[in-house]
């Protein structure tokens, strides 16, 4: 798979991992700083989502093309890629988060596309070593409603990293 991965320059640490961990997931990567430069001769664009890119007006010229948006904050996806297959990096880059980005480039449709099914875009949120999920366990709430934590367990001595949902309270645990 040839991707075009478009960020801002403020992004570019978490574009520089992305990159690298794509690259190892088997992509050919053609980065950008510009969100409007030309994705030609590639399969997909993906395209870093923040609050950098929100402000700068970025995914303007996002039709016809095969998209699939990564989500480095909470920052609200605009309408036009919300409905899309989206990644949500809750930790940072990981290898299993490149995968999925590239499954998703691979299979996704374009923004201009009509989906009839899912009703809902399909949200992977990654959260590294707890690994991922499009949904809550317990209660089926999107991914968008399970956060990341860090906490100390004085009890028994050890820290640990959560993933807790915000709508029914489950969450599970690994060490740090």
Known sequence: MRAHLSYQPQDE?????LAAALSRAGADIVRSADADSDAAGTDAVVLLW???AQAAGAATRVEGERVVPVRLDDCPLPPLLSR????RLAVGVT???AAAIARLALTGTSAGGQRTE???????SDFGPLGQYETCPRCGA???RLRPYVTVDHHH???L???ICGSCGWQDHRDL
């Open 13 to 17: 640490r978490q574009a520089s991992s």
């Open 50 to 52: 923040s609050y950098a």
């Open 84 to 87: 899309l297959p989206q990644v």
């Open 95 to 97: 290898d299993t988060a």
């Open 118 to 124: 899912p009703e809902l875009p399909v949200v992977i």
């Open 142 to 144: 999107g991914s968008d």
């Open 157 to 159: 001595d050890r820290a």
């Open 161 to 163: 990293r959560l993933v």
